[in-house]
């Protein structure tokens, strides 16, 4: 599976990195007649300077899809991760320190920004446990307004699997 790096420094350059779930690298699709199932779905709110991070579980090599929709406030970014990355994730980001983060995610199944919907191909991943982060923070290429509010996003998303 192909990986993106997303590596913000200090002084708040951009490192490498996709996610714009455009490239076919690593995908596959299964046969017409196959049948999804939603593995994780819900419409949460996020706010600035904040994160959501949703866990699943594939217990076999299957074909996955992400899906995002802001239904109101700001444009935020979506990543899938190993459960790796996720724990990394959380210990660089403990103390908000979203600019010193860095990120390893799968590109073909992450999108930055998201500002108003996005569904992504289905991508092959292997079994094991993955997180999807819905970000609303200083990290990536989108950040919140500097508008001295909390500028809360209201996201739906949804996780499918065939």
Not at 107 to 121: D, M, N, R, Y
Request: include cysteine.
């Amino acid at each position: 599976m192909k990986y993106s790096i997303l590596g913000l420094l200090v002084a708040g350059l951009v490192g490498c990195g996709g996610g714009g779930g455009d490239s076919d690298n690593g995908g596959s699709t299964s046969s017409p007649g196959s049948s999804s199932k939603v593995l994780v779905s819900d419409a949460v709110t996020i706010n600035e300077d904040a994160y959501k991070g949703a866990s699943f579980t594939l217990n076999r090599n299957a074909d996955v899809k992400t899906s995002v929709k802001i239904l109101d406030g700001p444009a935020i970014e979506a990543y899938l991760v190993s459960e790796r990355e996720y724990n990394a994730w959380v210990a660089i980001t403990q103390g908000q320190q979203f600019t010193d983060a860095e990120l390893r995610y799968y590109s073909e199944l992450s999108i930055s920004p998201v500002a108003t919907q996005h569904e992504s191909k289905w991508v092959r991943l292997e079994q094991g446990t993955y997180y999807f982060i819905l970000e609303n923070t200083d990290f990536g290429s989108t950040l919140p307004p500097i508008n001295f509010k909390d500028d809360v996003a209201f996201v739906e998303y949804s996780i499918s699997v065939k």
